[in-house]
């Protein structure tokens, strides 16, 4: 019988590069398996035309369909403007406890705020947020701990504050502390 895994649907042109870099860190932090899927997907059904942006529910509602075999928990990834009803937008969405997440790179760099482009940057808060919905899909709940990758982010610089790592306390909770 095979493992159970995590597996990454790229829906996306990352790369290679950046997909096994993000492989490589949710492997360490959650110790499964990953695999990396390339994914297709007309996202036209999922824009809002009146918000100029991709309805995170909907997103959500579909990667949960793909269903892929022998995965215990499955994230999308996108770089897309995402929002749900309730929020003007979000970096990522997931079941609490559940198995499917989404985390969209699109509010992730630094060019969305007038900065100057650092790929550095922009990959470390993609694993961040990777690692944080992930967290969620194994039924943690948002941290106190101001550097636990599990604190609630509102802005980049909260992601920016944050480490790449769950804490000691959201690690025991998942038995991996």
Known sequence: ?????????????????????????????????????EMHLDLSEFYDAGRRQYNGDKLLREVN???IPGSSKTIGLFNVDLFIPILTYIFGQAQLGGRTAIVSQY??????????????????????EV?????????????????????????????????????FQCRKLMGIG
């Open 65 to 67: 369909l793909v269903g």
């Open 1 to 37: 019988m095979d493992l159970p895994n995590i597996t990454l649907l790229s829906y996306a042109h990352f790369g290679n590069e950046i997909l096994e870099k993000i492989s490589g860190t949710v492997q360490q932090e959650f110790r499964y398996p990953v695999l990396i899927k």
């Open 131 to 167: 690692i944080h919905e992930l967290g969620h899909l194994f039924g943690l709940i948002h941290c106190h701990i101001p550097t636990c990758v599990m604190r609630s982010s509102t802005y980049v610089e909260d992601i920016d504050q944050k480490d790449v790592q769950l804490c």
């Open 107 to 128: 509010r992730l760099s630094n060019e969305r705020y007038g900065i100057m482009t650092d790929s550095d940057f922009l990959l470390d808060r993609f694993k961040k």
